[in-house]
């Protein structure tokens, strides 16, 4: 009898994982700015500025009173310039206006600002031709934000827009999450790498490269290993090798049931397995340990099948990462209406692949790829979801309105 879960419930495992992670989040770190794209914030953020700074112009044209405009055309002196950088302390009087541009601060006793498009400029008499209403194209201090308002919250990930609102503020530094550190492992006698020559049996690496894209495309900087053989010794010391020198160890193949598959053996004895086989497909054999005598790092053992490894990771396994570095948000999911019949005849959950597109009436549409193989690379490469069939087996119907997780 084993003292793990096996044959556990999709929902079952994101419970597993979640815990996991909880419990191993990565400690916060100071990071520059411009180092901090995609990360995980540590702490919420507060503004330490209003925004916008002050009252500023969000045209190039006049600052002028809006009082001072008549029904007709109206004609203003011009009494000064006040460009974007500088604050002059300029102050208009009844019947005056200002050259002013864009982000400039507005001098006093100006309201309203005229597009240069819609004034004339005759020496230092400004003819108003279009008149703006009262407050038009000014941005007014603190519309923004105030001093003290919670601008982002730990947790959230640090897209451009909330680098820049950062920036914005003066930051130079965020608090974030500290992101784990991946050692990459591929497993399998019969791989052979791209552009060495393949002997009768052998296939290629596939699942390095895809692996090390997906870990990338997280911002993650994944060390990769050299293609271990099916040899429990040399699989033991590798693993014990990063075990002890990275926070997430993921390995790709040999966690199945055949003679040929050491991994799980490996973790049973030397680690402490949280989870192995999940009720999914493709990826069924998916193992979760933490590292126990092979060293403090967790343990992601993905199938070996190249489908199964883009399933297991986009569901399972970013969850895990997510969790590592305290993300709020969860990731984006979708609905879409099936584009064609499909049955399916199995009790697992399935993660099958599909294309997305979506029409002129506004409706996300997604084809399934028929060629649902684990091993059928090129059905994951032609598609850009994976479509949620939920647990036992149905028919659904064309138009069936079923979740997606673009990828
Ligand atoms: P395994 O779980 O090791 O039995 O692998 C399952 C299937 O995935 C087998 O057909 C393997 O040849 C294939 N496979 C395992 N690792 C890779 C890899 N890195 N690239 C491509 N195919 C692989
Ligand atoms: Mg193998």
Same mark, same amino acid.
């Given at each position: ?139 007014? !201090? +603190? #519309?923004?934000?105030? &001093?003290?308002?919670? %601008?982002?919250?730990? @947790?959230? $990930? ?98 199945? !049931? +055949? #003679?040929?598959?050491? &991994?799980?053996?490996? %973790?049973?004895?030397? @680690?402490? $397995? ?134």
């Amino acid at each position: 009898m084993s003292d793990f879960p096996t044959r556990i419930t999709y929902a079952a495992a994101c419970e597993i994982v979640d815990a996991v992670a909880i419990d191993r989040q990565r400690p916060p770190e100071r990071c520059a700015l411009p180092r901090a794209h995609g990360r995980v914030l540590a702490a919420d953020v507060h503004a330490v500025l209003q925004q916008p700074p002050f009252d500023n112009s969000a045209m190039d044209g006049f600052a002028l009173r809006h009082a001072d405009l008549g029904d007709g055309d109206t004609t203003l002196e011009l009494a000064g310039e006040q460009f974007a950088g500088t604050a002059l302390d300029l102050h208009i009087g009844p019947g005056q206006c200002t050259r002013i541009t864009t982000g400039a601060p507005l001098p006093a006793a100006a309201d309203t600002v005229v597009m240069k498009e819609n004034a004339a400029v005759d020496a230092n008499r400004v003819r108003v031709l279009v008149a703006p209403g009262p407050g038009q194209h000014v941005r007014r !201090a +603190g #519309e923004d934000s105030a &001093v003290g308002d919670r %601008l982002l919250q730990a @947790g959230d $990930v640090l897209s451009p827009s909330r680098v820049a609102l950062c920036a914005s503020q003066g930051m130079a530094e965020l608090e974030v999450r500290r992101r784990p550190t991946v050692a990459v492992f591929t497993t399998g006698d019969e791989l052979v790498e791209p552009g060495l020559p393949l002997r009768p049996g052998e296939i290629y690496n596939s699942n390095r490269e895809q692996l090390m894209g997906l870990l990338r495309a997280e911002g993650l900087e994944p060390v990769a290993w050299p293609t271990l053989p099916d040899d429990p010794g040399t699989i033991e010391s590798a693993l014990r090798h990063a075990g002890n020198a990275f926070d997430l160890v993921i390995t790709c193949g040999g966690v199945s !049931a +055949g #003679e040929k598959d050491h &991994v799980p053996a490996l %973790l049973q004895a030397q @680690g402490r $397995v949280r989870f192995w086989k999940v009720r999914m497909k493709p990826g069924m054999p998916l193992l979760l340990a933490e590292g126990g005598r092979l060293g403090d790092a967790l343990f992601l053992c993905l199938p070996g099948n190249p489908v199964s490894v883009l399933a297991t990771w986009l569901t399972l396994g970013r969850r895990l990462l997510d969790g590592l570095q305290g993300r709020r948000e969860p990731r984006l999911r979708l609905h879409a209406r099936l584009g064609t019949d499909w049955h399916k005849g199995h009790e697992r959950l399935e993660f099958l692949r599909g294309r997305l597109h979506c029409g002129d009436d506004g409706v996300l549409r997604v084809e399934p790829n028929p060629a649902d193989g684990s091993h059928r690379m090129r059905a994951a490469a032609d598609s850009d979801a994976l479509i949620v069939l939920a647990e036992g087996p149905r028919d659904y119907p064309v138009d069936s309105v079923v979740e997606v997780l673009p990828y």
